[in-house]
């Protein structure tokens, strides 16, 4: 029986090949340099030694799916149709590119489906105008929906849509909203994206969101207060309270506020957790506008553990959702190959983290993190 392979590129190349009857049988993670949309040969030759990686022992691969973040789809800046040599000198949602690398274990050359990054999470978490899917790796972002499923036939995707619409020209109105959000440290644009289970087009306002982990980054870094973020969300575990520590990010400085004689580390790590959940918070309410925001989807390698998850609902307000299985991207391309090369597959459980804090705590935190 053979077993499906799903690749996602964005600050690093993971690979993931799962099997109908053994669930996710393989996941590996490639550094990849800064800025590596801009080295296409440095990322093949990761991808590349990912491939050759895979243990003879696996079964052959019936088809591969390739999930790719936003930094490796066309722009209208860059799709490829001017006359600047350099614009043209690569394509990353060209088939071609990529049959050769995959080959000889790839049983069917034709068999490779190219797809965002935000298609391959739906195959884990259903879209809807009311859920935002925030990725934690070395490059922070959020997806937040901003125009859902068209109604008529007329208007479905056509099924090449992936390969050469994946971002779409942001209207009037998304060039209004970026310059009114400029004097953030967020960069924005929109994706038009097919859902994982139909053709209709779902609009997403995406964000990086690079100041997210700082509160994290300062205690694990800068003062190598703790081994590895599994030691933070341990020691945070410890307390129930914070005692009115606060990670406070302003435009050029951060400052850790509240410090009294009988903080610990664990109260600093619950700390640095909720300046995290208020972060997001913020960069939320920034964009979302009249959008309603109900639920949080957490992917990505630096995604929170147990601890982290349910401080976030609590400093939101809202449920947070995180998928059981790792890699949630590489696992749902793998998914989403599998679908459109003839092989169903249920969506993978997924841990819920209802918000348990009473709202004016809530709030007293939140004024606590982001005062200026």
Not at 148 to 161: D, K, Q, R, V, W
């Amino acid at each position: 029986m053979k077993a499906y392979c799903g690749l996602a590129l964005s600050d690093s190349a993971a690979i993931q090949m799962i099997h109908p009857r053994d669930g996710s049988i393989w996941y590996q993670v490639h550094e990849l340099p800064r800025g590596a949309a801009g080295e296409p040969e440095a990322v093949m030759r990761a991808v590349e030694t990912l491939w050759k990686s895979i243990p003879e022992a696996l079964p052959e691969v019936a088809a591969v799916g390739l999930a790719l973040a936003p930094q490796y789809l066309p722009s209208p800046a860059t799709d490829g149709t001017g006359d600047d040599p350099e614009e043209k000198k690569w394509d990353w949602l060209d088939p071609g590119r990529w049959r050769p690398l995959f080959s000889p274990r790839l049983a069917d050359r034709e068999a490779i489906r190219l797809l965002p990054e935000l298609t391959a999470l739906f195959a884990h978490y259903p879209a809807g105008p009311d859920k935002a899917f925030v990725i934690l790796d070395e490059s922070p972002r959020f997806y937040l929906e901003v125009a859902g499923p068209a109604e008529s036939e007329e208007e479905e995707i056509p099924e090449n849509f992936e390969l050469a619409e994946a971002m779409k020209e942001p209207d009037q109105t998304a060039e209004e909203e970026e310059v009114s959000h400029s004097e953030t440290a967020f960069t924005e644009e929109r994706v038009t994206v097919p859902d994982a289970r139909s053709s209709r087009p779902r609009t997403y306002l995406w964000r990086e969101i690079p100041r997210i982990n700082i509160p994290v980054e300062i205690l694990l870094h800068h003062f190598g207060m703790f081994e590895d973020q599994r030691d933070l969300e341990r020691n945070a575990a410890l307390v129930r309270d914070s005692r009115g520590v606060g990670f406070v990010i302003g435009k050029d400085e951060v400052s850790v506020v509240g410090i009294t004689e009988g903080v610990r580390r664990p109260e600093l790590a619950r700390a640095a957790l909720e300046g995290v959940g208020a972060l997001l918070r913020s960069a939320l309410a920034d964009v979302a506008g009249e959008f309603v925001v109900k639920e949080i989807f957490a992917a990505g390698r630096r995604r929170w553990g147990e601890v982290g998850l349910q401080i976030v609902a609590d400093l939101n307000g809202i449920a947070v959702e995180a998928s059981t299985v790792p890699g949630e991207i590489s696992h749902g391309a793998a998914l989403l190959a599998a679908e459109s090369f003839g092989k169903g597959w249920e969506r993978p459980r997924r841990r819920r983290f209802a918000p348990e804090m009473p709202s004016a705590q809530r709030e007293a935190l939140y004024v606590r993190h982001t005062q200026s």
